[in-house]
Nanobody, 126 residues
């Protein structure tokens, strides 16, 4: 069973940057599509970004397109999310997730993801 651990969250001023990491252990994620999701207080979990197993394809929510970049290092078994030009609306707990199937394209639906991290808090002050 793959375990995912997020890190890199914190408090940042609007316009600032953060880089989230998601380290996998107990198995490889190199064959899985990976995604980032977030959940703000009182709101449902929402899709942020996803990347295919090889890193060759990526999708973004419209709200983060042009500001966030998802990437992966399969040799390090790690997923990343570079977040630039952060806005107060980006405040949420960020979760990484691994797809339940291997060698699949990235998807936006959380139902396609089997393994989830515990989340890391990102707070953007205005």
């Amino acid at each position: 069973q793959v375990q995912l651990v997020e890190s890199g969250g914190g408090l940042v001023q609007a316009g600032g940057s953060l880089r989230l990491s998601c380290a996998a252990s107990g198995g490889t994620i190199s064959r899985n599509a990976m995604g980032w999701f977030r959940q703000a207080p009182g709101k449902e979990r929402e899709f942020v970004a996803a990347v295919g197993w090889s890193g060759g394809s990526a999708y973004y929510a419209d709200s983060v397109k042009g500001r966030f970049t998802i990437s992966r290092d399969n040799a390090r078994n790690t997923l990343y999310l570079q977040m630039n030009s952060l806005e107060p609306e980006d405040t949420a707990v960020y979760y990484c997730a691994a797809s339940g199937s291997t060698y699949t394209s990235p998807t936006l639906s959380p139902l396609s993801y089997k393994n989830w991290g515990q989340g890391t808090q990102v707070t953007v002050s205005s």
